[in-house]
């Protein structure tokens, strides 16, 4: 029902930042969460962050605690990560996902509606 599409990935040096956006075609988000997952190589989907669209309260996997963060724009209907000192184990390809507000914030299931993902690299 929402379409996404992820952009802000690329190639960047151990330490360095970049900052993800997520554009958002649903006309009210007001009741989803908005969540980024990231899929490393040969690996499975996981958790990387969350927000609520109503109140912005979020919630981080442990790996990028005091790293990264998330936030939204809900004028225009986006949603940011922005991560800072990266490391070479947050190579993956992310992907920017939203759902109905839920309880199960951390579980790709709750997540109805998927951007394409975008390339991020972190290598020196």
């Known amino acids: 029902q929402v379409q996404l599409v992820e952009s802000g990935g690329g190639l960047v040096q151990p330490g360095g930042s970049l900052r993800l956006s997520c554009a958002a075609s649903n006309r009210t988000l007001r009741s989803y969460i908005a969540g980024w997952f990231r899929q490393p190589p040969g690996q499975e989907r996981e958790f990387v962050a969350v927000i609520s669209w109503s109140d912005s309260s979020t919630d981080y996997a442990d790996s990028v605690k005091g790293r990264f963060t998330i936030s939204r724009d809900s004028a225009k209907k986006m949603v940011y990560l922005q991560m800072d000192n990266l490391k070479p184990e947050d190579t993956a390809v992310y992907y920017c996902?939203?759902?109905?507000?839920?309880?199960?914030?951390?579980?790709?299931?709750?997540?109805?509606?998927w951007g394409q993902g975008t390339q991020v690299t972190v290598s020196s």
């Open positions: 996902a939203v759902g109905v507000k839920t309880f199960r914030v951390r579980s790709a299931w709750a997540y109805s509606s």
